[in-house]
């Protein structure tokens, strides 16, 4: 089976945020305090507050002057720093880090600007217009966000080339390897990844309950609400007539899932619109199956197209090559993107799956093979793909 060429290494493990996730806050400004309490409050976050940089001795440094709790993280241990513009000057010269804020209202002088490249700031924020970044910002740091999951979607270069069946085993494999993962179906004409996994009737919340969201998705709320099949979870479609979620949705569950870390496998349409597009943004690898014959070859390549238009790498994995089929490397090369892989045609595999076995079960099959190496590769990688 060929594989995608070149080393992997070990790939970190994500840890949860430093300084026990609880934000710093250096201000003197009671009106911005109030402010910011209040924005952690939404976020569900405990911060610390400063009215300076907390003094480096010891081991989260001691409280620095006006402190208002001296147990709290310090300044390079704090997984979020947000400092008032009115503390700016307090700030200069403490060690440069990421996950500094420069935040205020009148963000309109010019001075506020050099202050922020002064302390190293990150970015600049303007209360209250940038209430809801600020917000998403803290909460990332209270759910313990430390690497994103490793996104994964898997595309039909063709009609019927198999695409839902290797993201149902990517997932299915992963979770059987201790991956904490989730299975998004992206596609509501597909027919439900539920049924493919033997859950249609399982208990959970399908992709018509998360239509009207708007503006952030709690990771750990979305997880917990979606069905667990075969020890992962799944977000499909329901049997009803809804086939539509806004794009604004799309982005923020997705967006939610990548928080909680571990794998997601998006199985993805053919077509690319706009809540598509917001999906491709966010994956950090697209295989596109097609299968081993020139008119699969043909019609890939103008999927393949559109992929490209948004998703970062595009990756083949030639499916089904029969006889007088074309050779895995001449259909990556003819569609001018890295070979992922071959799969073979599974024989016996549909009746399997209508008896309530999913793709990628049987651990000796030629799938659930391919999946374990692709993974293997993958979580190996400190890019977290296979190079």
Known sequence: ???????????????????????????????????????????????????AVPDPAGPDGPAGPGAAD???PGWESAPLVLVGDDAARRVRGAPRRDGVFLV?????????????VEIGAQEVLRLPDAENRLVDRIADVVEGAGRPALTVGVIGGSGGAG????????????????????LIDGDPLGGGMDVLLGGEAAEGLRWPDFAASRG????????????????????????????????????????????????????LPRRVDEAVAEVLAQLDLV????????????????????????????????????????????????LGAPLAGEVPVEVGLPGRVAEGEPPGSQARSALARFCDGFWQRALGSPQGVPA
């Open 216 to 267: 952030r998705v709690g990771a750990g709320a979305l997880e917990e609400s979606l069905p667990a099949l075969h020890q992962l979870r799944v977000l499909s479609w329901d049997r009803g007539d809804r086939v539509v979620v806004p794009p604004a949705a799309m982005r923020s569950v997705v967006a939610a899932a990548r928080r909680r870390g571990g794998v997601v496998v998006v199985d």
């Open 163 to 182: 695409a839902s069946t290797l993201a149902c085993a990517l997932a299915l494999r992963a979770a059987r390897s201790g991956e904490r993962t989730i």
């Open 104 to 116: 205020g209202r009148d963000l309109d002088d010019p001075r506020v600007w050099q202050q922020a």
């Open 70 to 72: 001296g147990a709290g």
């Open 287 to 334: 295989l596109m199956v097609v299968p081993g014959e020139l008119r699969s070859v043909a019609a890939a390549g103008r999927v393949a197209a559109g992929v490209r238009m948004v998703a970062r790498d595009v990756r083949v994995v030639v499916r089904g090559r029969g006889p007088g089929g074309l050779d895995p490397e001449a259909v990556a090369g003819l």
């Open 1 to 51: 089976m060929p594989e995608s060429a070149g080393a992997v290494g070990t790939r970190p493990s994500a840890g949860a945020a430093p300084g026990g996730g609880r934000p710093l806050i250096i201000t003197e400004d009671p009106l911005l305090l109030d402010d910011l309490l209040r924005l952690c409050a939404a976020a569900g976050a405990e911060p610390h507050v400063q009215h």
